[in-house]
């Protein structure tokens, strides 16, 4: 009787575990029973947009595109906060008598160099953002720090246009004499965008993409542009962009969660 017993305590001891150890459900990101846990994450990465001007950018320049990079950290909660700078090129012009160069073009729109030959020259707009948002990620299915993705910020957006003498045959453009045609202005700006973030365990599968908003109010950079003399007056005009944006995410940080799972 007392082996019977004993034999019984045994069973009542490993049984519990027996069951515990049958029962539990691996943590596979693959599973289809798994269910993410948000978590504290740190990322870096690059981005690509397609955008297009609007307001005082329109007049100036057709649509262009844009590289960036930034860093961005995620709560627990799923609150974003970043730090982000956006380089924007190939906006070309829209207006192609050059009537920004005054003197420079003649009556025909020819530009003539220092050797009395044709000068060839290029123009190109340039934007660039500095700015820091906040935002915050909204799950849609179990995997909790993927989800939409709402952004706010602001910062400081310039603009101005880049003119290439190749050949540098134009003395008008030499030096400091370039900023006197070049428009360079600057000023606040606002941003907004909004569409999907993935991340996921494996750290390379970690992207995003949706639609941005740029919105600016920007007044001229120099004390005195040749075409239109002093810009001590000169007001706040607004700019503003849209455009497809899309990012790929480099995890710098995460905060490891297990999750687990028992079933009776």
């Given at each position: ?8 305590l ?35 990465g ?21 590289v ?20 924007m ?25 220092g ?47 880049r ?19 070049d ?56 700019s ?25």
């Open positions: 009787m007392k082996k019977v017993i004993l034999l019984l045994i069973g009542l001891c490993v049984l519990p575990a027996g069951l515990l150890a049958q029962s539990h459900i691996k943590t596979d990101f693959k599973d289809k029973n798994y269910v993410d846990t948000a978590a504290m994450m740190v990322w870096t690059v981005t690509m947009s397609g955008q297009l001007p609007l307001g005082y950018l329109h007049d100036w320049f057709k649509p262009n595109l844009a960036g990079t930034g860093l961005t950290i995620k709560t627990k909660s799923n609150w974003t906060f970043d730090i982000n700078l956006s380089y090129f190939g906006g070309n012009l829209r207006d192609t008598t050059y009537a920004f160069l005054g003197d420079l073009a003649n009556e025909n729109n020819i530009i003539w160099d050797n009395g030959n044709k000068a060839t020259l290029y123009f190109e707009g340039r934007y660039w953002m500095f700015g820091a948002g906040i935002g915050k990620l909204i799950p849609v299915d179990r995997w909790k720090n993927s989800g939409i993705w709402i952004r706010v910020g602001g910062g400081y957006f310039g603009h101005k246009i003119i290439n003498d190749y050949n540098n045959q134009v003395p008008q453009l030499d030096g400091d004499y370039k900023k006197g045609y428009h360079l202005s600057g000023g606040f700006a606002m941003y907004q965008f909004i569409g999907y973030l993935f991340n996921q365990k494996n750290r390379i599968l970690n992207f995003y993409g949706g639609i941005e908003f740029y919105e600016a109010w920007t007044k001229p950079s120099r004390n005195y542009i040749f075409y239109e003399g002093p810009t001590a007056g000169v007001k706040n005009g607004f503003g962009l849209i455009g497809l944006k899309i990012g790929w995410n480099i995890p710098l940080y995460e905060k490891k969660s297990v999750t687990t799972f028992y079933y009776r």
